[in-house]
């Protein structure tokens, strides 16, 4: 199945039949080649018609909607998260509404063992503060779709910073794929391109913490 015909059949409306064909992939693919290769293009290729105007706002809604629900359906939760090797707080910047990369991070994360709490986007600072403060992440993970939310960047850092302990800040979403961020990168952050890249990073942190010949 490609990813044009995953986005044809979102846009048709049958979820059951999109899950059953995701299912079917899942079956010869990991759940990251499944977010990576077939789900996130199929949502671009779902705002290139929207841009184009060949399909209506009801109908992008409509997509991202059975898309949701197929991310959830397939996700895998498990008890071990109690037990996690490390602790994962995502969010989108405020302003920010586009939320489907970030259920996808924390796929990656659970599946790696870690606990995630996912706030989803829109995010105010003050609150994604408090939260920090009580949870005490040790990954704080920022998703922007919207390269103007990235002015954001620097004010989240900043906050971030007067955390203790200090959790690692990594900044992914399409945005950053548009733009240098290489002043954030600067003050620390670790910018990240895809789930390609998160998976090495969360790999070699894991081998930095533990070796790699360690159970976890
Ligand atoms: C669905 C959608 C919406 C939905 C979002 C609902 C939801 N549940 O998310 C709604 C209707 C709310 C929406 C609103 C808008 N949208 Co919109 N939207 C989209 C669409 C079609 C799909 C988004 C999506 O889910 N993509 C799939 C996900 C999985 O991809 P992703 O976010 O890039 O995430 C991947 C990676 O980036 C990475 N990643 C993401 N976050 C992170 C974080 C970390 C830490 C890491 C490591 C990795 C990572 O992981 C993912 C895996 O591959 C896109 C098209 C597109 N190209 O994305 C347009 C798009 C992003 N939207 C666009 C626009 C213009 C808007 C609006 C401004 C429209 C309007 N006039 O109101 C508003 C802005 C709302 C806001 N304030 O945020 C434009 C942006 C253009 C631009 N100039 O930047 C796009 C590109 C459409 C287009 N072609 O014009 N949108």
Same mark, same amino acid.
């Given at each position: 199945m490609t990813s044009d015909e995953l986005a044809d059949i979102f846009l048709s409306g049958d979820d059951y039949y999109a899950l059953r064909k995701v299912q079917h992939y899942l079956q010869t693919h990991t759940r990251k080649e499944l977010h990576q290769e077939l789900l996130t293009p199929a949502m671009y290729r779902i705002g290139q018609l929207w841009q184009e105007n060949v399909i209506s706002v009801a109908d992008e809604h409509l997509a991202t909607a059975i898309c949701d629900f197929v991310i959830s359906a397939t996700d895998h939760r498990s008890q071990a998260e109690k037990e996690a090797i490390g602790k994962a707080m995502i969010m989108g910047f405020?302003?920010?509404?586009?939320y489907l990369g970030l259920k996808m991070v924390a796929c990656v994360f659970r599946e790696h063992g870690w606990a995630v709490?996912?706030?989803? #986007?829109?995010?105010p600072l003050v609150y994604a503060l408090d939260a920090a403060k009580q949870l005490k992440p040790d990954v704080i993970g920022l998703s922007a779709?919207?390269?103007?939310?990235? #002015?954001l960047v620097k004010t989240y850092m900043d906050a971030f910073g007067t955390l203790d302990p200090k959790p690692t800040v990594l900044i992914g979403g399409r945005a950053v794929t548009l733009a240098d961020l290489s002043h954030a990168e600067a003050e620390g952050a670790v910018v990240l391109e895809n789930l390609e890249t998160l998976q090495h990073w969360i790999q070699s942190r894991k081998e930095l913490n533990y070796g790699t010949s360690a159970p976890h």
């Open positions: 405020e302003g920010e509404d586009h709490h996912d706030m989803g #986007p829109n995010l779709a919207l390269v103007s939310r990235l #002015p």
